[in-house]
């Protein structure tokens, strides 16, 4: 079982470096199909594997690719409404939250393929000045749904913040995924705290699983500064896909 998750480990850190999310939507069903964990567990250790990793992946990053007034509203937004995902997580099957899981990865990333709308950039004045009540608004609600589906599914929220941050906020997606591992760091911790209360961890598996993933994740960082814009967006709907694909087989093999 350990070395099943050193590697995916390297898998979930690489993705993390690369593209700035989609580490964590491969460390549940890796945690709940590859090491054969309950979800129950795999959610509290998928948090900690993704904020260790996230931190070591932003590391190559912090100097220019980092928007971090916005990181720091979005994840300090998030990071609270956790606690009311986990409350809920608490109450649904694991089947329901599997399946819910694999229909916001196709979601995710279909609008990451669409290109960017006059609406993404619409808090910008020609001269650049942001128009920050709008983006205060926009920063404010990304967070909220995150953050609930970080406490809800175990996840960092990077596949849904790299979209948001592109889409909505108008980000290049370089600063995108060097900003969303900020706030999947904040999200994690936060998302961590709320489940306190019910952990039910292997703490060697988690250990080896973030050791790897951090050491993967700082290596992916940087390579990812020297892709192409496209390539990033392209590589990260190509990711959520492939990952929806699989946990949808499985939700219906174990039906």
């Not at 260790?52 to 690719?65: E, F, G, I, K, N």
């Not at 409350?87 to 899981?101: G, I, K, P, R, Y």
């Not at 967070?143 to 596949?159: E, N």
């Amino acid at each position: 079982m350990i070395l099943t998750a050193l590697a995916f480990g390297v898998l979930v850190g690489g993705l993390l470096g690369l593209v700035g999310g989609g580490g964590s939507i491969i460390a549940v069903p890796a945690l709940v199909y590859g090491v054969g964990m309950p979800l129950s567990a795999a959610i509290p250790t998928s948090l900690v594997v993704v904020g260790a990793s996230s931190t070591a992946a932003v590391l190559p990053r912090l100097q220019r690719y980092v928007d971090w007034k916005l990181a720091l509203i979005i994840g300090a937004v998030g990071g609270t409404t956790a606690f009311a995902g986990t409350a809920v997580n608490a109450m649904l099957d694991q089947q329901l939250l599997l399946s819910v899981f694999a229909a916001i990865m196709v979601l995710a990333g279909v609008w990451m393929l669409r290109p960017i709308s006059s609406a993404a950039t619409g808090h910008r004045a020609a001269d650049g000045t942001i128009h920050w009540p709008r983006y205060l608004l926009k920063g404010i609600g990304t967070g909220i749904v995150v953050g609930f589906l970080t406490g809800l599914l175990g996840v960092g929220g990077g596949f849904l913040i790299v979209p948001a941050l592109v889409l909505i906020l108008g980000l290049p997606m370089s600063m995108a995924v060097g900003t969303s591992l900020v706030i999947v760091v904040i999200n994690s911790v936060g998302g961590f705290i709320s489940h306190l209360g019910q952990l039910n961890m292997d703490w060697a598996l988690t250990g080896a699983f973030a050791g790897a993933a951090m050491i993967a994740s700082y290596v992916g960082g940087r390579i990812g500064r020297s892709l192409s814009e496209v390539a990033l967006k392209r590589g990260f709907a190509v990711l959520v896909f492939g990952v929806a694909a699989y946990v949808v087989i499985r939700v219906l093999l174990d039906l």
